[in-house]
């Protein structure tokens, strides 16, 4: 199954396909994101800044057909992740809410972490271009990379408490 709910203590229960996040602007290259130290985090956000405006049309690249190739080429081999904190706005979690339970494919395993962790945790959601398939749809790393070698696998679901 490749989709994800968000449930529990929020405005709006939703459901997400990660596979259709390939489309989305705020997506970035996971080799980049983990390479980048958190000193670092000012200088992606503007550099992802600058990409947007570039493909916004606000300014013009230097050669136009040259980064739509670039773009295609990323696309097809690349491996994007999100933050999930983007989706989980979208859910508008209760003021209440304290916590983030992510639920693994397994059912055997769920995982807490509070809510601030979890809005700033990266859900990986493309491996060479690829969704992942594999203990996916998403691996979610923590934004500390504390769980860089061993990522959350296989979450199907994210419940706010």
């Known amino acids: 199954m ?15 396909d990660p596979s ?11 080799d980049s994101f983990f390479e980048k130290s958190a000193a670092n985090e000012e200088q992606l956000d503007q550099e992802l800044d600058q990409e947007r405006v570039i493909r916004e049309g606000q300014t013009l690249p230097p050669t136009l ?3 739509k190739k670039y773009e295609k080429e990323r696309l097809v081999t690349g491996s994007f992740g ?29 995982i ?8 700033n945790s990266i859900a990986h959601f ?5 969704p992942i398939t594999e203990e996916g749809p998403i691996h979610v790393y923590f934004e ?11 979450v199907k679901e994210l419940i706010i408490t």
């Open 2 to 16: 490749s989709i994800i709910q968000i449930k529990g203590n929020v405005q709006y229960k939703i459901t997400i």
């Open 20 to 30: 259709v996040w390939i489309f989305d602007d705020r997506k970035f290259l996971m």
């Open 65 to 67: 057909k040259t980064e």
């Open 82 to 110: 999100m933050k999930l904190g983007d989706m989980i706005k979208n859910a508008e979690p209760l003021e209440q809410a304290e916590m983030c339970e992510f639920v693994t494919e397994t059912e055997t395993e769920t």
């Open 112 to 119: 807490a972490v509070p809510l601030s962790k979890a809005m």
């Open 126 to 130: 493309s491996q060479n271009g690829k």
């Open 144 to 154: 500390d990379q504390s769980n860089i070698t061993q990522p959350i696998k296989g």
